[in-house]
């Protein structure tokens, strides 16, 4: 079967900023259902919900690619992502929303260095100055004048932030040659199934029977586009361009939350959360202006050589 062409760089890059948007609007949704549903059958429920919905709309594609290979990097990476999201949404219950938020984005300083570990590629110094002044600029929109102190939930929170790490780099790494699409559903009945025997085995069952039908149409909300259309969105741009340019793009989640915030429920735009805007916007257009690489001179140049772009052409 002929591949199909990949589309230029600047869609995928804009996949990795409408997921972060999406995202960014789920800390709303998010606020009222885990008062109904505990963190591991929050994540068993959402994400095995999702898997059965894409099996469904991909069911041809899911056919063509089974296979043990692709089984493997979707149970590595549905562990990942359901570590990340279980350590975040536990570390979220002993802090604050701002610290939770903030330690959560360290993922922007770990991904250079986990790629580095992975592939042996190291990170420019641009390539660090923008991390820095995206975490810097998350910082400023997060906490917003709070003192930082590391407690259990900041601990937990910085654990999240590096799982969210590496299902970034493992993603970029495990979903060359594969169905990002495949994996993505895969990874979802992985972390789903996990999310429901961790629930099981350490919290109370939700009472399905007494919750709100408001609770169901956030889940429905969380299911269709905060997972189902922003993971697609990112792990089909994590095969065509570099997860440090990816985590910056997705890092932008902060601050469309915070945006959400003001326009839903009147927070005062501050003048920390103006510093943070302009940080991150600035760490955006340095990763952009400076490649983490200078383009090969040969006519077509494949991921695998030039992380920070797909198959070139003249």
Avoid at 288 to 294: D, S, T, V
Wanted: proline share 5%.
């Amino acid at each position: 079967m002929s591949r199909m062409q990949p589309l230029p760089p600047f869609v995928y890059k804009l996949m990795c900023a409408a997921a972060a948007l999406i995202w960014g609007s789920s800390f709303v949704v998010m606020k009222d259902t885990i008062d109904a549903f505990p963190p591991s059958w929050l994540i068993g429920v959402r994400f095995l919900l999702t898997a059965l919905l894409l099996t469904l709309v991909f069911a041809k594609r899911m056919r063509h690619a089974l296979n043990a290979e692709s089984l493997r990097a979707g149970s590595i990476l549905g562990a990942l992502i359901f570590a990340a999201y279980w350590a975040q949404t536990v570390g979220l219950n002993f802090t604050t929303p701002g610290k939770n938020a903030f330690l959560t984005d360290i993922y922007c300083v770990l991904v250079p260095f986990m790629f580095w570990f992975v592939t042996r590629k190291r990170p420019t110094r641009y390539n660090l100055a923008a991390a820095a002044l995206c975490i810097t600029g998350v910082g400023f929109v997060s906490l917003s004048g709070d003192t930082l102190s590391v407690g259990f939930g900041d601990f937990m929170t910085i654990i999240g932030g590096f799982f969210f790490g590496a299902h970034i780099v493992a993603t970029a790494v495990l979903a060359k040659n594969r169905d990002a699409i495949v994996l993505t559903v895969y990874q979802f009945w992985v972390s789903g199934a996990l999310g429901i025997v961790v629930g099981a085995a350490t919290e109370p069952m939700p009472n399905f029977a007494a919750i709100p039908p408001a609770y169901f149409a956030n889940m429905a909300y969380l299911i269709v586009a905060c997972t189902c259309v922003a993971m697609v969105f990112q792990n089909t741009a994590l095969k065509y361009i570099h997860p440090s340019q990816a985590s910056l793009l997705l890092s932008l989640e902060s601050v469309f939350g915070v945006a959400f915030s003001v326009a839903l429920y009147g927070e005062t735009l501050t003048v920390p959360l103006v510093i943070g805007f302009v940080l991150i916007f600035c760490a955006i257009v340095l990763s952009e202006a400076f490649p983490l690489k200078k383009p090969s001179r040969k006519t077509n140049v494949s991921i695998s050589e030039n992380p920070n772009c797909l198959e070139r052409s003249k």
